[in-house]
């Protein structure tokens, strides 16, 4: 396999690149691509008020704990604190007011378990999402681009591709790099199309696969079946609002580029193109539904926390049927 270079990145940053689409003030990118009428459209798949969660439980118990031969890059899994307790109130441990109440908070890095990617959270050389300069990302936050800035969408029609299930696996194998060609065969196979501004959750398997095995060892940073570099141009051409998979990074590992080039597929979907991208995604509940019904599309909704200055945030995905 050819492994994807320097040169090649700097071909499909030119090939591909949205920088002005929507404006030179721009700070969205692709979730420009849902208009008011695909929301109507999509609110009409609401038929039996069936919701469906695509969210990870946000505790102790998240992927962020286990072993991996990569480096952690400061996340952990979340840490939830108790401020006041119902055992302080049958005690008499009161605030001034009287009042018995709980109260509680939680630590954690926003990226830490089912989240959004924000146009802030991945760089092009020193290039973010619209040709902002990188340094618009200080230790203040994002300057430019910051996941509040799309606090009014994730909203419209989304679409799951059961890949694996069209493959007929419980999980595609590590390392298994996804192409377009399976992305389209999946579609044909569930009887679905992808439009301009759908929402596309891509199912692997493999988020799955850890939660049977009872261990989350090697999934953050480790080998992972995901979207082959060779995606960008049926990602580009598609039009599609955001993408998200059951995977710690949504693109294959080992990556397929030289030494030195991590994750190259992030290099131009996030600042190139403009996709907001999800990952962690816990995609089984709704594989199931989809399966038993035969409908896989249905309206979606996963806002992102409006953290000003954030480049991404944690969300709990609905699919609505």
Known sequence: MKKV???????AAERFKNWGKWGADDEIGTLNYTRPEDIVRAAGLVRQGKVISMALNFDQYGPQGAKSKYPAMGRINPLHLMLRTGTDAYSGVLDSRGIRAADDLVVMPL????????????FYENWMWNGYDCREVTSAGAQKAGIEKTKNRMVGRGVLLDVARAKGVEQLEDGYAITSDDLEETARKQGVRIGRGDFVIVRTGQMEGKLRQGSWDGYPGGDAPGF?????????GSEIAALASDTWGCEVRPNESEPGINQPWHWITIPIIGLTMGEI????DLAADCAADGQYEFLFVAPALPITGAVGSPTNPLAIK
């Open 5 to 11: 270079t320097r040169d090649d990145l700097r071909q």
């Open 111 to 122: 990226q830490c378990g089912t989240q959004w990617d924000g146009l802030g959270h991945v």
């Open 228 to 236: 082959s570099f060779q995606t960008l141009e049926w990602v580009h």
């Open 281 to 284: 995604f816990y995609v089984a």
